[in-house]
């Protein structure tokens, strides 16, 4: 069954002079109960894309265009009222900056229990406290911290909390955008496991964005490649990060270390990068988007237009070799 299912996402950003499409013909189903990680350099439009979905954009800064159904309701097409009702009971978000994310006046319990009343106006004291002592202990933090100043708390504490208000009205779609990159490596492995768990307890469908390779080959079941506002290849996590197809797959795949296998004698695969940077989104070339960087371009990846070729193994990769 497909929670999600996005359909030709376009998203504008309007200047006085220009425009600048940042993510450019989107699509993509994500199947219940299944997690997807969409990884990129910076720029990418990974961040657009989710802030699109979330209803986060200005409408004077930014046009989103396409269709984006989440159990059949279209996110895009939705008026505000309509978005408020979906946002946290349906499809929340956790943000990368955990201590941006509440005010250093107010304590968390005081912080959870308006967000938890804003929602729920009838709902009695207790039942909100309850709530939130729950909420906390589902993410491994004691009640104590209800009482607590966010100053008062570590990064991972911070972020812990910020999942714990994701999950207080058990939304079928979690988006996770650069959650963990502040956290050291111990605690982010940490966080990680608890999120399995949680999906798994709960049945909650994961988006995960990052620009590390890593969170996503140990954390999700699938992977979406995403350069200058668009999908290069998406498959299985098993498939495109030890198999990839597009060249843009493996110079990333290329930049981070290798996992040493116990016993192995040979020599450690050495880092490499990929040259050039992203191109201007204001003027794209009028071929592949990734060809100015390729090492295995070619005369006709300068001209034509690039489309998602599906492959006998299941994935999708937007390149000329494939039949694009």
């Known amino acids: 069954?497909?929670?999600?299912?996005?359909?030709?996402?376009?998203?504008?950003?309007?200047?006085?002079?220009?425009?600048?499409?940042?993510?450019?013909?989107?699509?993509?189903?994500?199947?219940?109960?299944?997690?997807?990680?969409?990884?990129?350099?910076?720029?990418?439009?990974?961040?657009?894309?989710?802030?699109?979905?979330m209803g986060l954009l200005s409408k004077r800064k930014a046009l989103v265009t396409g269709s984006a159904l989440l159990d059949g309701a279209d996110l895009i097409a939705m008026s505000e009222d309509e978005r408020r009702a979906v946002r946290w009971k349906k499809m929340s978000i956790v943000?990368?900056?955990?201590?941006?994310?509440?005010?250093?006046?107010?304590?968390?319990?005081?912080?959870?229990?308006?967000?938890?009343?804003?929602?729920?106006?009838?709902?009695?004291?207790?039942?909100?406290?309850t709530r939130m002592e729950e909420l906390l202990g589902l993410v491994g933090l004691p009640p104590r911290v209800c009482d607590l100043y966010p100053h008062e708390l570590s990064g991972g504490m911070m972020q812990r909390v910020n999942i714990a208000l994701s999950l207080m009205f058990n939304p079928e779609l979690l988006i996770m955008d650069e959650a963990t990159t502040a956290l050291d490596?111990?605690?982010?492995?940490?966080?990680?496991?608890?999120?399995?768990?949680?999906?798994?307890?709960l049945d909650i469908t994961r988006v995960m964005v990052t620009h590390d390779i890593s969170v996503v080959a140990s954390?999700?079941?699938?992977?979406?490649?995403?350069?200058?506002?668009?999908?290069?290849e998406v498959g299985s996590v098993k498939t495109v990060l030890t198999?990839?197809?597009?060249?843009?797959?493996?110079?990333?795949?290329?930049?981070?270390?290798?996992?040493?296998?116990?016993?192995?004698?040979?020599?450690?695969?050495?880092?490499?990068?990929?040259?050039?940077?992203?191109p201007d989104l204001g003027a794209v070339p009028a071929g592949c988007i990734f060809e100015p960087r390729c090492d295995q371009s070619a005369d006709a990846c300068k001209s034509a237009s690039v489309n998602l070729a599906s492959l006998d193994d299941g994935r999708k990769v937007r390149c000329r070799r494939y039949g694009g």
Do not use: W
């Open 1 to 53: 069954m497909t929670l999600l299912s996005i359909r030709d996402l376009c998203v504008d950003y309007l200047a006085q002079d220009r425009t600048v499409r940042a993510v450019d013909r989107f699509s993509l189903d994500i199947p219940k109960g299944e997690s997807f990680g969409i990884v990129g350099e910076s720029g990418s439009g990974k961040s657009t894309l989710i802030l699109a979905l």
């Open 95 to 129: 943000f990368q900056n955990a201590m941006n994310s509440f005010s250093p006046v107010h304590r968390i319990g005081k912080m959870m229990q308006d967000i938890y009343f804003a929602h729920c106006p009838d709902s009695a004291k207790a039942e909100r406290r």
């Open 185 to 201: 490596v111990v605690t982010q492995t940490q966080i990680l496991k608890e999120i399995a768990q949680l999906e798994e307890k």
């Open 219 to 232: 954390s999700c079941e699938n992977v979406v490649v995403m350069y200058a506002g668009r999908c290069l």
């Open 243 to 278: 198999k990839p197809a597009h060249p843009y797959t493996k110079g990333l795949i290329g930049g981070f270390p290798a996992e040493d296998e116990e016993g192995s004698d040979e020599e450690k695969r050495p880092l490499t990068s990929i040259p050039g940077t992203l």
